[in-house]
């Protein structure tokens, strides 16, 4: 058997561990893009601000591809895949065949056409380690930069430049940051504690305008009409699947790849994980990319699996985020913004003066959703009860609890979990 | 694997498995000097859990799970799970993203607030049974094998 994965982030990881939990001996290579081992991707932003330095961006222990005998290619990019001859095409026109072939490309952020952008040097997107590099090697003579997009990427690109001592407006087109993760009043919380730490957040505004003479920036024109001096530009708008190198392979290909419950493609012998792919939602069930780090590496993991011959099935994709915000904690996880009319019950804690709020969200007496803002703790609890569809109708009114625990649930349930597995003698 | 498992039937909830992973995990091993003169007191890795005044308790922790969800969660590649099944955080590289807090359906892991770094059970490495099983007075903490 002759592996072959395309891509070297948390999915191809996974997938790499699962491989080698059955087929100790197969020939298993690994194709990057990037001239870097294995990393901590969400740690470009802790790179950027100076929390972490170089040695810490490693994913892996060193000897990890030697102990498993992974052949890395490094800064090799595939460009075509060819699935009747059962082999990949190189940038440097080399082939390489495969029996089962894996394709964890992650993502490719997102760079709209914006009047004025072509040309000008301090542009730049934040999903690589190289971006980093390249946005803190000018860092010294940034002033203000703007970010455009109030994600995820577009906070902590933010939050590291501001670490830096930079200016940073972050300029967000809906009615909120974090608007895919977050409600509204955690949105709001933690846009409030950017702006009192001195990051200025516009929202229901866009950039239209890079303006500036020949390379050099001198600011932004929004759709309200306003303008903003600045000397830098983010875009951090998304990322979409790095998935045209498939065009012509025949692989289907929707936003993502499309993969079942067992990360296969539509073809056989051909797999996707993690950003790249278009695998099934866990409460829809409907085929979309989740561009979600455990996530990832749960699909590698199934993918990994089902490519030595194991089993492994896809309970689906559960989006969840952890980031912290100036100090302020926050974890959300599946349906935070229920629509009204769908049949959701909504639990709601709020204290947003001292940037506290938690959110539970139900659906026929299970959980679904969860938004948690400056406490935090112990919020798997949540994650495991929406995974394993728990009724919580006996315990629903201490959902909200600071101090919620397995003490709320049924006994039986929390025996399961902790208690010992022989009989009891009780 | 061997596990720490919790019978709640016999626990007197005196909290003792707490101070015991606190002393263990301290850099004098000695209660009172970990509680009174270390400059940083550790964290407990194990949770006692208690309802209705004390009628109900029982101490959690740490299932070294086959697929550590936190293992999965983890951006920094701090967690590991060895080849004797124990899932431990390296604290070097662990960034504070509170990830695994989020993905451990156990509620096991706890974070250092202070040192932003995530806190979870070592089966203590230095012990032939972790501390918390040894100072339980009631038994109601057993260290055997299990499936989960």
Avoid at chain 1, 14 to 20: D, E, P, Q
Avoid at chain 1, 185 to 200: E, L, Y
Avoid at chain 2, 82 to 94: F, L, M, S
Wanted: with cysteine; hydrophobic share 40%.
């Amino acid at each position: 058997m002759n592996y072959v994965i395309i891509g070297n982030s948390v999915a191809a990881v996974g997938a790499m561990r699962a491989i080698r939990g059955i087929d100790k001996e197969s020939g298993i290579t690994v194709i990057s893009r990037e001239r870097y081992q294995a990393y901590g991707r969400p740690l470009i932003s802790y790179l950027l601000g100076g929390l972490i330095n170089e040695k810490r961006m490693a994913y892996l222990p060193p000897d990890f591809c030697e102990k498993n005998k992974i052949n890395l290619l490094l800064e090799s990019e595939a460009v075509s895949v060819d699935a009747k001859a059962k082999s990949i095409k190189l940038r440097n026109g080399d082939q390489i065949k495969y029996d089962r072939l894996l394709i964890a490309t992650g993502g490719d952020p997102f760079v709209p056409p914006i009047q004025g952008l072509a040309g000008k040097e301090r542009v730049f997107t934040f999903t690589t380690w190289d971006d980093a590099a390249k946005l803190k090697a000018v860092s010294a003579e940034i002033e203000h930069a703007v970010v455009i997009g109030g994600g995820l990427i577009g906070l902590k690109a933010a939050e590291g430049l501001h670490l830096l001592g930079k200016k940073v407006t972050i300029v967000e087109l809906a009615d909120r940051v974090l608007s895919a993760a977050f409600d509204k009043p955690a949105g709001r919380i933690i846009a409030k504690k950017m702006k009192t730490n001195g990051i200025d957040v516009i929202t229901e505004d866009t950039v239209t305008t890079i303006n500036g003479n020949g390379s050099v920036i001198s600011g932004v024109t929004l759709k309200s009409g306003d303008t903003i001096d600045c000397d830098t530009v983010i875009v951090a708008i998304g990322v979409r699947p790095a998935a045209s190198f498939l065009n012509g392979s025949g692989i289907e290909v929707n936003r993502g790849v499309l993969v079942n419950d067992h990360m296969q493609t539509s073809i056989k012998n051909i797999y996707a994980a993690g950003d790249v792919a278009e695998a099934s939602d866990f409460f829809t069930g409907q085929k979309n990319p989740m561009p979600i780090w455990p996530d990832a590496y749960i699909q590698g993991d199934v993918a990994g699996t089902d490519m030595a011959g194991g089993d492994k099935k896809y309970a689906g994709g559960l989006a969840m985020n952890s980031i912290e915000f100036f100090k302020v904690p926050t974890i959300s996880m599946g349906i935070t913004n229920p629509a009204d009319d769908g049949g959701f019950e909504v639990l709601l804690y709020q204290e947003p003066e001292n940037y506290c709020y938690r959110k539970i969200v139900l659906k026929e007496n299970c959980l679904v959703g969860a938004v948690l803002v400056g406490v935090v703790d112990r919020a798997g609890i949540f994650s495991g009860l929406i995974r394993e569809k728990v009724d919580v109708t006996p315990f629903k009114d201490s959902l909200l609890d600071a101090g919620f625990g397995f003490v709320n649930l049924p006994r039986d349930v929390r025996n399961r979990l902790f208690a010992p597995q022989r009989k009891q003698q009780f | 694997m061997k596990r720490v498992y919790s019978l709640e039937d016999v626990c007197i909830g005196c909290h003792l498995c707490e101070v015991a992973c606190i002393t263990e995990h301290s850099i004098s091993k000695e209660p009172v000097k970990a509680f009174m003169r270390e400059a940083e007191r550790p964290i407990s890795r194990c949770t006692v859990e208690e309802s209705d005044g004390g009628a109900v308790s029982f101490s959690t922790t740490c299932r070294h799970c086959d697929e550590p969800a936190c293992l999965q969660a983890c951006i920094s590649g701090a967690i590991s799970k060895d080849e004797n099944g124990r899932v431990t955080i390296d604290t070097e590289k662990c960034v504070g993203c509170w990830s695994c807090v989020m993905a451990c359906p156990f509620g096991s892991v706890q974070r250092n607030t202070e040192k932003k770094r995530a806190n979870k059970c070592d089966l203590c490495p230095d012990r032939e049974r972790p501390a918390c099983v040894d100072a339980c007075p009631n038994r109601a903490l057993v260290f055997e094998k299990g499936e989960k």
